[in-house]
């Protein structure tokens, strides 16, 4: 599904938030956004048990 989805990375789709986008804008969005998750995660994980990561 993936691979399907960012054939053409250039391809305008709906987007309720910003307006007609491109794939390439969404598939930055959701990169950016687990990144800062994962970063939230480890900041709670450090807090709870102390350990850092590598």
Same mark, same amino acid.
């Given at each position: 599904? !993936? $691979? *399907? @989805?960012? /054939? &053409?990375?250039?391809?305008? @789709?709906?987007?309720?938030? !910003? #307006? &007609?986008?491109?794939?390439? !804008? /969404?598939?930055? =969005? /959701?990169?950016?956004?687990? +990144? *800062? =998750?994962? #970063? =939230? $995660?480890?900041?709670?994980?450090? +807090?709870? &048990?102390?350990?850092? #990561?590598?």
């Amino acid at each position: 599904m !993936f $691979a *399907r @989805v960012t /054939v &053409d990375l250039a391809r305008i @789709v709906p987007n309720p938030e !910003f #307006g &007609d986008t491109e794939v390439r !804008f /969404v598939l930055l =969005h /959701v990169i950016e956004e687990r +990144a *800062r =998750h994962v #970063g =939230h $995660a480890d900041l709670l994980r450090e +807090a709870i &048990d102390g350990s850092t #990561g590598e």
